[in-house]
């Protein structure tokens, strides 16, 4: 079983900000992969972390990352991010799959259930997407060639959810939480 986990955004462009937690996207999920991959080796996996290239448009650079994640030849793709809204009262943890992915809102279902009860947040569940809120293509569901989720943890903006989700990541329950889902589905297949 190989499981490739993959920090959301980059060094350089770190995503949506919490002003909660003080962090951004990348910089709070570095860590959390690192959690996660050394749970799936605990567990018996293959397990290794990806990122975007730095230093080149995001095209290119999403390009470049799912073709890795393609050489690697992953069971599963699990990339992390945190969700924010200008509506602070937005709370919840959702998993992305593509549309027509029936694997992939396996592991999205799993993966969202397991990560709601280790934050203590909504369950928001499976949701099916091609692109992003922005409208931009969510490269990493569409252009792998295995099944792939974005795990939106949390909404960093809901200062509740996000002391919720920095909690879990610290104590490990949330990694515990993903790889232990991730694991379970692909075993499962």
């Known amino acids: 079983m190989r499981i490739a986990v993959v920090i959301g955004h980059d060094e350089r462009r770190q995503g949506a900000y919490s002003l909660t937690l003080d962090v951004a996207e990348w910089a709070f999920n570095a860590p959390l992969a690192a959690g996660i991959v050394q749970d799936l080796e605990r567990r018996g996996a293959v397990a290794r972390i990806f990122e975007r290239p730095p230093g080149v448009g995001y095209s290119t650079a999403m390009s470049t990352l799912t073709a890795e994640v393609n ?46 009860g280790a934050v203590g947040n909504r369950n928001r569940g499976a949701v099916a997407q091609a692109d992003s809120w922005s409208g931009a293509p969510l490269y990493i569901l569409r252009d792998t060639s295995c099944p792939a989720v974005i795990v939106e943890s949390f909404f960093g903006s809901n200062p509740e959810d996000a002391t919720k989700g920095g909690a879990a990541r ?19 297949w």
Do not use: K
């Open 71 to 116: 050489q690697w030849s992953a069971d599963l793709v699990v990339s992390l991010h945190f969700n924010s809204m200008g509506d602070t009262s937005w709370a919840g943890c959702c998993v992305l799959h593509w549309p027509s992915s029936v694997r992939g809102n396996m592991a999205a279902a799993a993966i969202s259930e397991a990560v709601s």
């Open 170 to 188: 610290d104590s490990g329950a949330l990694a515990a939480a993903i790889a232990g889902a991730a694991y379970e589905v692909v075993t499962d």
